[in-house]
T-cell receptor, first 115, second 117 residues
Framework: AQKVTQAQTEISVVEKEDVTLDCVYE???????LFWYKQPPSGELVFLIR??????QNEISGRYSWNFQKSTSSFNFTITASQVVDSAVYFC????????????FGQGTRLTINP | DTAVSQTPKYLVTQMGNDKSIKCEQN?????MYWYKQDSKKFLKIMFS???????INETVPNRFSPKSPDKAHLNLHINSLELGDSAVYFC????????????????FGPGTRLLVL
């Protein structure tokens, strides 16, 4: 069965701190994709990154970075020098092919950045 | 130049009523989806359509009927609304994967917040 676990329900840090959001996934597929989405207080879902199972290189985009480790089935997300605007619920998702593709989401981590 | 749009944004209705949510994408994508986000923020797929054809129906009650008049639109009609249908409904779209095993990014609409009283 495919499953995504985000064990951290809520995280609260002070602005400028670094913060890491954990994501652990389960799948028997050898080819799969992982995604991160951001849901700010306004409610929309914003795509952040897509990573396939053959690409274990870490990715950095500005203050955001992602660490993908197949050995531990983890795809963690780090925000460096956090800002108040980073406050949101962050979702990790596993892409599953079942006739068509669908996303299996984790429970989400609510991140609050305090000034 | 909105990519995926949904109407209405908010919907408040009485139990037993029938309502529809509309979704349109201007990204030229072939595949569209409906997801439901419950009060605990959990997101789960409901349906997936590829070029007007239903591909995924994730054990959703048949009171929910998606309709895709063309590949740019995917509407969701809900009959006999129940209290438990209160949620945020998200439409999404993506390209159809061109090769086996490839997955495309899904882009989401702003969501429709449905409240059944």
């Amino acid at each position: 069965a495919q499953k995504v676990t985000q064990a951290q329900t809520e995280i609260s840090v002070v602005e400028k701190e670094d913060v890491t959001l954990d994501c652990v996934y389960e799948t028997r597929d050898t080819t799969y994709y992982l995604f991160w989405y951001k849901q700010p207080p306004s409610g929309e879902l914003v795509f952040l990154i897509r990573r396939n199972s053959f690409d274990e290189q870490n990715e950095i985009s500005g203050r955001y970075s992602w660490n993908f480790q197949k050995s531990t089935s983890s795809f963690n997300f780090t925000i460096t020098a956090s800002q108040v605007v980073d406050s949101a619920v962050y979702f990790c998702a596993l892409g599953v092919l079942q006739g068509a593709q669908k996303l299996v989401f984790g429970q989400g981590t609510r991140l609050t950045i305090n000034p | 130049d909105t990519a995926v749009s949904q109407t209405p944004k908010y919907l408040v209705t009485q139990m037993g009523n029938d309502k529809s949510i509309k979704c349109e994408q201007n990204l030229g994508h072939d595949t569209m989806y409906w997801y439901k986000q419950d009060s605990k923020k959990f997101l789960k797929i409901m349906f997936s359509y590829n070029n007007k054809e239903l591909i995924i129906n994730e054990t959703v009650p048949n009171r929910f009927s998606p309709k895709s008049p063309d590949k740019a639109h995917l509407n969701l009609h809900i009959n006999s609304l129940e209290l438990g249908d209160s949620a945020v409904y998200f439409c999404a779209s993506s390209q159809k994967p061109r090769t086996s095993g490839l997955q495309e990014t899904q882009y989401f609409g702003p969501g429709t917040r449905l409240l059944v009283l």
